[in-house]
């Protein structure tokens, strides 16, 4: 008998196991999302700009407060309008009795009344006001002036220090395709002369003064293709771009003057006092 107890007990726990194994599909938990690629690293000038724009941490703390001041001044307008309050008030007196029902200790329930409520509401709105008003609204204005101006100086630092990190990157970029190109033109020289040599007309001493061109160029693409790698990485810092692959960047054709704050154009003075003094100073 204690025999088949024990057999039964280990053929449910057996079939308790199989169970608990064989789960429903449905029954599995969502596999967890991946997460979404970065949009590609940009080539351009003018997408290098806008990523900075964006990712700035600076630009974006001075939209913010901007917008706070936006706030503020919503809210000292609804400070000027119509204010309604409610405000209550309960006083018990507490009594104690005995068994009897007489009271044996607290105040008289024909003095206190057993308790004190009141209740009452109150609006109120501003009227002699104005000239406070006023105050208060070009003190927020102020504010939000000075912040927009501060927002236009940084934005233009930012373009100045991407751009010309990027003029910078653009010249390492040509400086390594120059260098590869010549390196692949002393590669092609090279094949030529090794039949030459081979073939006796030219001098093994020569053929190896100039093996020895090619490998010291070999060194310099080296040495470009890193400080190239550098520039690159420099400017991705800079516009806040996450991303480490050498890609090739788009020839600069002009720089974009619109933004998130444009900075308005020079008046035309300017521009010729600032033409004739460059002039000026170009010659001899």
């Not at 009141?118 to 912040?147: E, H, M, W």
């Not at 236009?152 to 970029?173: G, H, I």
């Not at 991705?236 to 480490?244: K, N």
Request: glycine residues 8%.
């Amino acid at each position: 008998m204690l025999i088949c107890l024990r057999l039964l007990l280990l053929g449910l726990l057996l079939t308790g196991t199989v169970a608990q194994a064989q789960v429903s599909p449905s029954s599995l938990a969502t596999l967890p999302t991946l997460p979404m690629p970065e949009p590609a690293s940009p080539r351009a000038l003018p997408g290098f700009l806008a990523t900075a724009y964006q990712r700035s941490p600076l630009l974006n703390d001075l939209r913010n407060q901007v917008a706070q001041n936006r706030l503020d001044s919503l809210r000292r307008k609804a400070q000027n309008g119509l204010q309604v309050a409610g405000v209550g008030a309960a006083v018990a007196t507490p009594v104690l009795t005995n068994k009897n029902g007489d009271q044996v200790l607290g105040y008289d329930q024909a003095v206190s009344n057993g308790g004190n409520y009141a209740s009452y509401a109150q609006a109120t709105k501003p009227v002699l006001n104005r000239f406070q008003l006023q105050t208060d609204y070009r003190i927020l204005g102020n504010q939000g002036l000075a912040l927009r101006n501060s927002g236009q100086l940084s934005q233009l630092d930012l373009r100045r220090s991407v751009t010309d990190q990027f003029l910078t990157a653009y010249t390492a970029q040509l400086q390594l395709d120059f260098s590869r190109t010549l390196l692949a033109q002393l590669r092609q020289q090279d094949n030529q002369l090794r039949q030459l040599v081979n073939a006796g007309i030219f001098k093994q001493t020569q053929y190896l003064s100039f093996y020895l061109s090619v490998r010291t160029q070999e060194v310099t693409v080296e040495q470009n293709r890193l400080a190239y790698r550098r520039e690159l990485g420099t400017l991705r810092y800079l516009a806040g771009v996450g991303d480490t692959v050498l890609l090739a960047l788009t020839p600069p054709s002009r720089l974009p003057t619109g933004g998130w704050l444009a900075s308005p154009p020079l008046p035309s003075g300017d521009i010729r006092l600032t033409a004739c003094g460059m002039c000026w100073t170009a010659k001899p």
